[in-house]
């Protein structure tokens, strides 16, 4: 079964830490990693994604890391800020089937604390 | 350009009547994607269809079912309700289904 293990499921961090949440997975076919963000009410958007020919990939102060030999990844936000609570999901998928088939991790509730 | 546009937001059901979901896709967007969203499960694929024709499906009862319209807004249709079925149904459309799926704010069903 494809999965895709995210860790933790919730988090607090001050405002200006980093935010630290992974994600592991099994199907090596896998070739996009996507993070998508979710406030309450909404539907996810999303952040920032990767693909497996690159480890790191940044956009402002996201940053994805990607070890492809462990089949994990990372999602980095620097200088959190209030704004930035809400809930964190990473996902994977291949374009073997012709589309993407985005299998969701459970979810990471970010709460940052002035 | 307008962003994915779901109806209804919210609709309350009971068991064994059935509910059809619409979704809007971007503008230029040919690939219609529908999740499952619920506090066990998480997000789920439950089918993926482009230029009319369901390209891909999910692990999903055959009471679940969709279809894609020439103009490329979709709906999607659950028969037989059951309680589990209660969740937030969210639709994503992309250009071509290969490349960044836009997600709609979902309607959320609750199945009494």
């Known amino acids: 079964q494809q999965q895709v293990k995210q860790s933790p499921q919730s988090l607090i961090v001050q405002k200006g830490g980093i935010s630290i949440i992974n994600c592991a997975y099994e199907n090596t076919a896998f070739d996009y990693f996507p993070w998508y963000q979710q406030f309450p009410g909404k539907g996810p958007a999303l952040l920032i994604a990767i693909r497996p020919d690159v480890s790191e990939k940044k956009e402002g102060r996201f940053t994805i890391s990607f070890n492809k030999s462990a089949k994990q990844f990372s999602l980095h936000i620097m200088d959190s800020q209030p704004g930035d609570s809400a809930t964190y999901f990473c996902a994977a998928s291949y374009s073997g089937a012709g589309s993407y088939q985005l299998t969701f991790g459970k979810g990471t509730k970010l709460s940052v604390i002035p | 350009k307008a962003g994915v546009t779901q109806t209804p937001r919210y609709l309350i059901k009971t068991r064994g009547q059935q509910v059809t979901l619409s979704c809007s896709p971007i503008s230029g967007h040919r690939s219609v994607s529908w999740y499952q969203q619920t506090p066990g499960q998480g997000l789920q694929f439950l089918f993926e269809y482009f230029s009319e024709t369901q390209r891909n499906k999910g692990n999903f009862p055959g009471r679940f079912s969709g279809r894609q319209f020439s103009n490329s807004r979709s709906e999607m249709n659950v028969s037989t309700l059951e309680l589990g079925d209660s969740a937030l149904y969210l639709c994503?459309?992309?250009?071509?289904?290969?490349?960044?799926?836009?997600f709609g704010p979902g309607t959320r069903l609750t199945v009494l």
């Open positions: 994503a459309s992309s250009t071509t289904g290969i490349d960044t799926q836009y």
